[in-house]
């Protein structure tokens, strides 16, 4: 039998902290195990179960301990992308914004100082901020207007005043009524004396009317006559009521202040990326192993580290500001059987020494077979027999 201490770990561990060496060999040592101890777990494990051998000759196995350990990290990084957007608004010297981003030379992009000491950034929160680039403004005269703050009014064309459809008339020039003669029919009644009331001649006169057509409105119905409110044109003069008759209206890019406030403006996008991985010399440790470890360590760092194939890169429109560790240590042994046939791994971890993965290997097929396969066998064929047949 063998014991050995597996204690190597990525550099990297030392720069988030430094007293990491110290720490893993501390826990390795406290909760190592030997051999006997080893034999003692797996035998209990092992025979533990119905459907585990009972007479497994431990003289004729292989057996090597191997003590080491287990970090897992959680890992967050405030990262921060950048960009520049140019802005050009009026020039109004009342307001708080026209007044900055004059002094001084222009800024670095990548100036971060004021905002974490004014704790504008908070860590590993997402947030968006921006602000005038310093150094990067200035005033303009305002093209279009000529920095006069008005323009002509295109609505009037700069008159004041411009021609619209009469609402009286709907922009026809007259204005049609219903003839009063004929109530709008086009024809009246026209009486007539007939001699004999429409009975022969000699037994005396009477009285008859007929339709015919209205003179008054020519039979059309209706008369016509010009719109006094537009003379008969169709439209009339207002007053614009764009510029209210002055022909003028106030510039809509200057607003009337003659001048233009131009700048850059950062725009930053923090935002925190969080992974999760393991650290250990053993490629089958499994992160729910960790769920009985509540002891953590929490370390912050300001300058990136290169984990290399532990996790992705970060993207390359932007950089990390800060980042943030969380590790938890647990002590792993790993015992190693060889029966000659199969190598199996055995692994016994934390504190209270919990054995994960007892192996197939070591289990008892005839048991297997007898209390498993063969009534499940014996189920089917029932089934086939008298509910599907």
Do not use: H
């Given at each position: 039998m063998e014991e050995k201490l597996l204690l190597s770990f990525p550099e990297w561990l030392s720069e988030i902290d430094e007293n990491i060496e110290r720490k893993i060999h501390s826990i390795v040592k406290e909760n190592s195990i030997n051999n006997e101890q080893a034999k003692n777990f797996v035998d209990a494990k092992i025979k533990g179960g119905f459907f585990s051998k009972k007479d497994i000759d431990f003289n004729k196995?292989?057996?090597?301990?191997?003590?080491s350990f287990a970090i897992q990290v959680n890992q967050k990084r405030h990262f921060e992308s950048r960009t520049i957007e140019h802005s050009v608004v009026p020039y109004d010297p009342d307001k708080a914004f026209a007044k900055v981003g004059f002094e001084g030379e222009l800024e670095d992009l990548w100036d971060n100082s004021e905002l974490w000491e004014g704790n504008y950034l908070p860590k590993f929160e997402k947030k968006e901020l921006k602000w005038v680039r310093?150094?990067?403004?200035?005033?303009?005269?305002?093209?279009?207007?000529?920095?006069?703050?008005?323009?002509?009014?295109?609505?009037?064309?700069?008159?004041?005043?411009?021609?619209?459809?009469?609402?009286?008339?709907?922009?026809?020039?007259?204005?049609?009524?219903?003839?009063?003669t004929c109530n709008g029919k086009?024809?009246?009644?026209?009486?007539?004396?007939?001699?004999?009331?429409?009975?022969?001649?000699?037994?005396?006169?009477?009285?008859?009317?007929?339709?015919?057509?209205?003179?008054r409105c020519n039979a059309s119905g209706y008369l016509s006559e010009r719109c006094s409110k537009c003379s008969g044109q169709g439209q009339v003069l207002v007053t614009c009521n764009k510029c209210d008759g002055t022909g003028e209206i106030i510039c809509s890019t200057?607003?009337?202040?003659?001048?233009?406030?131009?700048?850059?403006?950062?725009?930053?996008?923090?935002?925190?990326?969080?992974?999760n991985f393991i650290v250990s010399c053993f490629d089958k440790v499994k992160s729910s192993w960790f769920n009985s470890e509540k002891n953590s360590e929490y370390f912050e760092i300001t300058e990136e580290?290169?984990?290399?194939?532990?996790?992705?890169?970060?993207?390359?429109?932007?950089?990390?500001?800060?980042?943030?560790?969380?590790?938890?240590?647990?002590?792993i042994s790993r015992v190693i059987l060889n029966d000659s046939k199969k190598e199996t791994s055995i692994f016994i971890v934390g504190k209270d020494?919990?054995?994960?993965?007892?192996?197939?290997?070591?289990?008892?097929?005839?048991?297997?077979?007898?209390?498993?396969?063969?009534?499940?066998?014996?189920?089917?064929t029932l089934i086939y027999f008298f509910v599907i047949k």
């Open positions: 196995i292989n057996f090597k301990v191997e003590n310093g150094g990067s403004a200035e005033i303009l005269p305002c093209n279009d207007c000529n920095s006069l703050g008005k323009i002509r009014c295109m609505k009037c064309k700069g008159k004041g005043e411009y021609y619209e459809k009469c609402y009286k008339c709907s922009g026809k020039g007259i204005i049609q009524s219903k003839c009063p086009g024809r009246v009644n026209e009486g007539q004396i007939t001699v004999g009331g429409g009975r022969r001649i000699g037994t005396g006169a009477g009285y008859s009317s007929r339709e015919v057509q209205c003179l200057c607003k009337g202040y003659c001048q233009l406030y131009s700048c850059d403006e950062i725009k930053t996008i923090c935002k925190p990326i969080e992974e580290l290169d984990l290399g194939e532990y996790i992705k890169s970060v993207p390359k429109d932007g950089r990390v500001l800060l980042e943030g560790y969380d590790l938890k240590i647990i002590p020494k919990k054995i994960i993965g007892a192996t197939s290997s070591y289990l008892d097929y005839n048991k297997i077979l007898l209390f498993v396969v063969l009534p499940i066998i014996v189920a089917l």
